[in-house]
Structures are given as C-alpha cells and as structure tokens.
C-alpha cells in the first residue's frame, strides 16, 4: 500500500504566504511525477504544479511567480510554497503523485486533501 498525507493547510490573508508539504509512505519502489491540484467549490479539479523526477516543472498559469513547487527525494515528499495568496486560490487543495510499487506496479495516488483559504 502507498499512502499520500498532505499538512500546512489553513486560513491565511491576502498577500499572505502558506507552505504544503505531501509525504508518501508505504511499499514504494520509485516517485516519478509528483504534484499539486485543487478544487474550488462548484468548480472541476484543475493542475497547480507538478514536478519530475528529473526536476521539471510544470505550473498553472494563474500561480506563476506566485507559487514554487519542490521535492526531497529522500524523504518522498513534495513542497508548495504559496506566496501572494489571492482570494480564488481558495480551495482543497490534493497532492497527487505517480509511484511505482515494490510489486512494480505503477499507479497514480492521490491524498486527503488540505484546505487553503485566503481571506481577510
């Protein structure tokens, strides 16, 4: 089994900053891309940044310059450092990473999810 636990969730201002970490756990042989997605209500779940194993990034364009995503390959854990939060960055936000198993089997798992809600 593979378990994604997302913290750092919670209520911060406008312009304010919030970081997310995403640890995984369990019988992993290899993280390949690892991310961060969210979900406002009433809207679909929409890509905020992902990153390769070989340290690609890929960004939304509404958190460019905004947003910095992060991995520590030794601790299989992935960072969203938010900075300049604005009002519609408010959502549950989930990691999601796509990890190949020790019976070498790859899927994509997903976390709980961490609410982020930025207002005054």
């Known amino acids: 089994q593979v378990q994604l636990v997302e913290s750092g969730g919670g209520l911060v201002q406008p312009g304010g900053s919030l970081r997310l970490s995403c640890a995984a756990s369990?019988?992993?042989?290899?993280?390949?891309?690892m991310g961060w997605y969210r979900q406002a209500p009433g809207k679909q779940r929409e890509l905020v940044a992902t990153i390769t194993s070989g340290n690609t990034f890929n960004y939304a364009d509404s958190v460019k310059g905004r947003f910095t995503i992060s991995r520590d390959t030794a601790k299989n854990t992935v960072y969203l450092q938010m900075n300049s939060l604005k009002p519609e960055d408010t959502a549950v936000y989930y990691c999601n990473a796509f990890i190949e198993s020790t019976w070498r089997i790859r899927a994509t798992y997903w976390g709980q999810g961490t609410q982020v809600t930025v207002s005054s």
């Open positions: 369990g019988s992993i042989f290899s993280i390949y891309t």
